[in-house]
């Protein structure tokens, strides 16, 4: 039975590429094949940081502190299948 770590690279861009930014940057996590795919180029053609604005704001604002990044991307998961990226 053929699992999601069979996909070309190819296949696995064009999922990735459905995904929001802060889930991509979370799949970078799980393995280092995804790693180098979420870190190629065509991934990131056409992406709108705009939504990220405000975080990136509180986050250099004096006033208000910095975010922890574990706030911001949340808790990883790591696949048995693939090596751990660390």
């Known amino acids: 039975m ?3 770590f069979d996909l070309p690279d190819l296949v696995l861009l ?9 889930d991509r940057i979370r799949i970078s996590r799980v393995c280092h ?6 870190d190629d180029r065509w ?10 604005t405000y975080e990136v704001h509180r986050r250099t604002n004096p006033k208000e ?9 949340g808790s990883s998961t790591q696949s048995d299948c693939c090596q751990s990226v660390e």
């Open 65 to 73: 502190g910095l975010l922890p990044v574990s706030l911001l991307l």
């Open 43 to 52: 991934l990131w053609r056409h992406v709108d940081l705009t939504l990220y």
């Open 2 to 4: 053929a699992t999601l």
């Open 14 to 22: 064009e999922i990735f590429s459905y995904l929001p930014v802060r």
């Open 33 to 38: 094949r995804w790693k180098r795919l979420v």
